[in-house]
C-alpha cells in the first residue's frame, strides 16, 4: 500500500518562509524517477490546484501561484520537498503532495489531478498579514 505523508505545514506572516516535505512509504515499484511528483493547494471554497511538479530532473510549475517564490526539490524517487519563501495570505491552504503521474512529453509533468493516483492526507499553512 503506497502512502504519503506531508509534513512542514505550519502557520507564518507574510514574507515568511516553509519547506514542505513528502515522504511515500510502499512505494517501491510504483514511484520511480520516471514518476511525476507534485505539490497541489486547496484553499476553502476553491478547487484544487497545481503548484509544482517534478520527474526525473525537469520541473513543472505554476508561474501564476509561484512566481520565483517556490521551488519543488526531490532527493531521492520517495522524498520530495517543496520550498515556500515570500509567502503571501493567498498561499493560505491545505497543500497535499502527490505522487505517480506519468512524465509527459518534453518531461514535463501534468497538474491534473486526475493524473495522480496517490495522495497525502495534507497539510495546513496559514499566512497571516
Known amino acids: 500500500l503506497v502512502q504519503l505523508v506531508e509534513s512542514g505545514g505550519n502557520s507564518v506572516q507574510t514574507g515568511g518562509s516553509l519547506r514542505l516535505s513528502c515522504a511515500a512509504s510502499?512505494?517501491?515499484?510504483?514511484?520511480?524517477?520516471?514518476?511525476?511528483v507534485g505539490w497541489f493547494r486547496q484553499a476553502p471554497g476553491r478547487q484544487r490546484e497545481g503548484v509544482a511538479a517534478?520527474?526525473?530532473?525537469?520541473?513543472t510549475t505554476s508561474d501564476d501561484i509561484v512566481k520565483g517564490r517556490f521551488i519543488i526539490s526531490r532527493d531521492s524517487p520517495h522524498n520530495w520537498f517543496l520550498e515556500m519563501s515570500e509567502l503571501k495570505p493567498e498561499d493560505s491552504a491545505v497543500y497535499y503532495c502527490?505522487?505517480?503521474?506519468?512524465?509527459?512529453?518534453?518531461?514535463?509533468?501534468?497538474?491534473?489531478?486526475?493524473?495522480?493516483?496517490?495522495w497525502g492526507q495534507g497539510t495546513q499553512v496559514t499566512v497571516s498579514a
Open positions: 502527490a505522487a505517480g503521474a506519468g512524465v509527459l512529453p518534453g518531461g514535463i509533468c501534468s497538474f491534473a489531478s486526475s493524473a495522480y493516483p496517490y
Open positions: 510502499g512505494a517501491s515499484g510504483y514511484i520511480d524517477y520516471r514518476s511525476c
Open positions: 517534478i520527474g526525473d530532473t525537469i520541473r
